[in-house]
T-cell receptor, first 115, second 113 residues
């Protein structure tokens, strides 16, 4: 079974600075998808960024980028120019490329932005 | 385009009762997944429905069940409620497969007393 581990329960960063959230996963599959979701206090889960395992290029979405290391099974999220609105729980998630839309989530990292 | 809607948003039940939660996916989405979120266990997959068929099931007891209608709306049912069933229940919809994003609803907060 696949597992996802986020080793940082909490992180904090000064506004406008850069922060990196860590995620490792375990799988025997070669093709899969990885996601970072954000859950603000409203509890609405919002997709931040996704990475397809067969793509070597790291995904980027505006201030958000990932460092995908397939051999190391590592998928970290970098947030540049942190903003107060980035404060939330961040979840790393794994999904197999075959069939069902089942997400396996990590335990989450609570990110605090200090003004 | 309307997002995923879940009803009710909040629910209070007592032990032993049963509850039904509803999820309406985004128009055109045929896959609906359910997740349970608790402080202790985090986010756990319950089941996924696609074209009225359960395509995958998580590791939950048989008290948790679901179904999907021809219009892709889905319901989940929990019978004989236990205190540990208190959680935020999230529904997500997506297209069939591939790297398609799952869009989440706002959740139903269930409290079991």
């Amino acid at each position: 079974a696949q597992t996802v581990t986020q080793s940082q329960p909490e992180m904090s960063v000064q506004e406008a600075e850069t922060v990196t959230l860590s995620c490792t996963y375990d799988t025997s599959e070669s093709d899969y998808y990885l996601f970072w979701y954000k859950q603000p206090p409203s509890r609405q889960m919002i997709l931040v960024i996704r990475q397809e395992a067969y793509k070597q290029q790291n995904a980027t979405e505006n201030r958000f980028s990932v460092n995908f290391q397939k051999a190391a099974k590592s998928f970290s999220l970098k947030i540049s120019d942190s903003q107060l609105g980035d404060a939330a729980m961040y979840f790393c998630a794994y999904r197999t490329a075959e069939g069902a839309q089942k997400l396996v989530f990590g335990q989450g990292t609570r990110l605090t932005i200090n003004p | 385009k309307a997002g995923v809607t879940q009803t009710p948003r909040y629910l209070i039940k007592t032990r032993g009762q049963q509850v039904t939660l509803s999820c309406s996916p985004i128009s055109g989405h045929r896959s609906v997944s359910w997740y349970q979120q608790t402080p202790g266990q985090g986010l756990q997959f319950l089941f996924e429905y696609f074209s009225e068929t359960q395509r995958n099931k998580g590791n939950f007891p048989g008290r948790f069940s679901g179904r999907q209608f021809s219009n892709s709306r889905s319901e989940m049912n929990v019978s004989t409620l236990e205190l540990g069933d208190s959680a935020l229940y999230l529904c997500a919809s997506s297209f069939t497969s591939g790297p398609n994003e799952q869009f989440f609803g706002p959740g139903t907060r269930l409290t079991v007393l």
